[in-house]
């Protein structure tokens, strides 16, 4: 989460947080929402059955969420924002990791967070600071 003005942002550990908490979480902060991009992702082809319902599962969580909180969400796909935050992988982590630090460097950025922290920023710039410097070292 990032505040449009830039001046607070959040980034949390979703893989270990229960369904509950992650509802929670979003609940808590709706105040400050304005929007939400969701990356628009599906299974790979080599993924098992089981992990693919997991990542169903955990996808329909966040928009029950959202929606469950009168939060407005958008499917973005990895493209789309890559090319905005001008970080195009083409399948290489270290990329969107590299940028998202540069963006935040204050944070500990690892491959888990690095993609949430850059579509997060991606957002905020659309919903409120095209065009405009924003600090994200805050």
């Not at 979003?26 to 400050?32: C, E, K, L, R, Y």
């Not at 599962?57 to 493209?79: F, H, K, M, S």
């Not at 630090?101 to 967070?113: A, M, R, W, Y």
Request: with cysteine.
């Amino acid at each position: 989460m990032i505040r449009l003005d830039g001046k607070e942002y959040h980034c949390w550990g979703m893989a270990s947080m229960t369904y509950k908490e992650r509802i929670d979480q979003v609940a808590q902060v709706v105040d400050d929402v304005c929007m939400t991009y969701l990356e628009r992702v599906g299974a790979r082809p080599n993924d098992g059955r089981s992990s693919i319902f997991k990542f169903g599962t955990d996808n329909g969580v966040w928009i029950g969420a959202l929606l469950a909180c009168g939060v407005p969400y958008e499917l973005i796909t990895p493209t789309k924002w890559q090319i905005g935050m001008r970080c195009l992988t083409k399948g290489d982590k270290k990329v969107t990791r590299a940028r998202a630090q540069e963006l935040f460097p204050k944070v500990k950025v690892t491959h888990q967070t690095a993609d949430a922290l850059l579509i997060a920023a991606y957002c905020q710039r659309k919903m409120g600071a095209i065009g405009a410097k924003v600090d994200f070292s805050a």
